[in-house]
Nanobody, 122 residues
Framework: QVQLVESGGGLVQPGGSLSLSCAAS????????VGWFRQAPGKEREGVSF????????NYADSVKGRFTILRDSAKNAVWLQMTGLKPEDTAVYYC???????????????WGQGTQVTVSS
């Protein structure tokens, strides 16, 4: 059974850090492109960070560049999203997604996790 499970969300103060994990089961995540998306209340789902299936090329939304890092954890069949310098506008439900090809849009991903809430507030 193909499954993605996110974890690591929570409440953090502005300027704080969180690391989100996207763990896969039923397939080897190393062979898939992975994207992290987020959706705030009343807003469309937006792409945050991506890692390709070839050469592990990474891309970031301008709003998170320099603050977020995406990286693979092959030993755990997972992908991490390390978030630093968090801002209130980063508050959203964060989803990971995987696909053989992937891309920057949510329609380009076949497999999705259930999401994890990140709240940045003092």
């Amino acid at each position: 059974q193909v499954q993605l499970v996110e974890s690591g969300g929570g409440l953090v103060q502005p300027g704080g850090s969180l690391s989100l994990s996207c763990a896969a089961s039923g397939f080897t995540l190393d062979y898939y492109a992975v994207g992290w998306f987020r959706q705030a209340p009343g807003k469309e789902r937006e792409g945050v960070s991506f890692i390709s299936s070839t050469y592990d090329t990474t891309n970031y939304a301008d709003s998170v560049k320099g603050r977020f890092t995406i990286l693979r954890d092959s030993a755990k069949n997972a992908v991490w999203l390390q978030m630093t310098g968090l801002k209130p506008e980063d508050t959203a439900v964060y989803y990971c997604a995987a696909d053989r090809a992937g891309g920057s849009g949510p329609d380009e991903y076949a497999y999705w996790g259930q999401g994890t809430q990140v709240t940045v507030s003092s």
